[in-house]
């Protein structure tokens, strides 16, 4: 990168560049070098509490433009008026007034006026529902089903694909080695390949550099990814990704498959770093639980199609998060049904309670686990990243938020950490943006 230099975080400005991967005061990695700072880094870097870091000091990235240094912005507030009303409807259910939820809002309106600033206004997903909410629904058609029913009518859930049965089996023997966990991965080109751009992605730079001179630092190989996430992090890794092609091919008019993923994507990078922050569950679990959080809303929109369009108007129409109103016409919710899926194809069980008991911590007895799934998608929908047919943020449960013991300044630094794994995520497992092949 040329010539660096160490500047006090307090000298830092929107547009530079980082020149080093910086990490937590804990050693946790922060946010990858090549980093073009802007004003979310900035205050991720204050909430740290990190004196200085490493930038490029020839390397001028582009300051940002302000609302004063562009024609595009309509109102005179840095387009905070217009960012506001437009985030109205997303944060309806959702207490701003203080706390995290205040957190979250400032943090989604600043991103909100960013955007407007780069791209102009843009619907927010869902929009396309207004027309589908109008039809009318025969109350007939929507009977009480049964999760067991649900899961039945579907042929390719009936069992998991092969690849998944021999990670599973890697995982449930505790004698496994590290080549019984490369050897289960294999022989799928297109699972072996995701996982090796994930593992030389920048969340682990930290863990080659610490392993340097062992091998080359490109991972090229699934003996050493597993050397670098371990084998038993590796294969659940996999066992997530495995599944992920049965869960497409959702109508458009329901939802836009690109948006879904983005949202799993978004959910299970902020997971990945809540976990890590916070110590509660294996980053690599939680970051599976978030990439399937809410696969059974994909089985509803395939199998009880009528339920959920009486379910997408109640909520549009009585301003409720969907989650809600699906308990009431389906008689559970998606997470219930996700949840039941992977109970059925003998997930991990602490993975299955994540998915099953995100919208409900009133139901397991502990709580630390499925609170990490509860919070990081509150912050993926709240931060817009692309959406699964809800358009309104989950209410935040109290004891999920002090079962975590995170501050406000430490979810505020996350944030764009979160926002950064999914980027790279995305790039990793969806190259074409689509969703998976």
């Keep these: 990168m040329g010539a660096m230099v160490r500047r006090a975080v307090s000298e830092l400005s929107p547009g530079m560049v980082l020149a080093e991967d910086v990490l937590t005061p804990g050693g946790r990695f922060l946010m990858p070098r090549g980093t073009i700072l802007d004003a979310g880094h900035l205050k991720s870097l204050t909430a740290w ?6 930038v490029a000091a020839d390397v001028a990235a582009p300051a940002p433009q302000t609302a004063s240094a562009t024609a595009a912005e309509p109102d005179g507030d840095d387009g905070r008026e217009a960012a506001a009303a437009a985030l109205a409807e997303r944060f309806a259910c959702f207490d701003v007034a203080a706390g995290p939820g205040a ?38 058609t929507t009977a009480p089903l049964s999760l067991e029913g649900l899961l039945r009518d579907e ?11 021999r990670i599973n089996d890697v995982l449930k023997n505790p004698a496994s080695t590290v080549d019984d966990a490369a050897d289960s991965i294999k022989h799928d080109p297109s699972l072996a390949a995701k996982l090796l751009r994930l593992v030389n992605s920048s969340y682990y730079a930290r863990t080659m550099r610490a392993m340097r001179g062992r091998f080359p630092a490109k991972i090229d190989s699934l003996s050493r990814a597993v050397l670098v996430v371990g084998a038993r992090q590796l294969a659940t890794l996999a066992l997530g990704v495995s599944v992920l092609p049965l869960f497409q091919d959702i109508p458009p008019q329901w939802v836009n498959m690109r948006l879904f993923w983005e949202h ?47 379910a997408m108007r109640r909520a549009e ?3 409720l998060p969907l989650f809600e109103v699906e308990r009431e016409v389906l008689g559970f919710d998606h997470a219930a049904l996700g949840g039941h899926l992977l109970q059925k194809w003998q997930f991990p069980a602490n993975l299955e309670k994540m998915v099953r008991y995100h919208h409900d911590l009133s139901e397991p007895l502990f709580i630390d686990e499925p609170a990490v799934i ?5 912050v993926a929908t709240a931060m817009g990243w692309g959406g699964s ?3 309104r943020v989950p209410p935040l449960d109290p004891a999920a938020w002090e079962a975590l013991g995170l501050t406000e300044g430490g979810l505020a630094g996350l944030v764009p950490v979160m926002e950064a794994r999914l980027t790279e995520t995305m790039r990793s497992f969806f190259p074409d943006h689509q969703g998976p092949p």
């Design 103 to 140: 957190v979250l809002y400032r943090l989604a309106l600043d991103r909100e006026v960013r955007r407007r600033l780069a791209a102009g206004p843009v619907p927010e997903e869902g929009h396309g529902s207004e027309e589908r909410a109008r039809r009318p629904v025969d109350p007939g």
């Design 389 to 391: 047919g809800n358009r």
């Design 374 to 378: 509860h919070l990081a998608d509150i």
């Design 317 to 319: 129409a009585e301003t």
């Design 49 to 54: 509490s990190l004196a200085e870091v490493v």
């Design 264 to 310: 799993s994507v978004g959910c299970a990078a902020a997971a990945q770093a809540i976990a890590a922050a916070t110590g509660r569950v294996n980053a690599e679990t939680a970051f599976v639980a978030g990439l399937l959080h809410d696969i059974g809303r994909i089985i509803t929109f395939k199998q009880a199609v009528a339920h959920m369009g009486v």
């Design 155 to 165: 042929p390719k859930l009936v069992s998991p694909p092969e690849v998944y049965l």
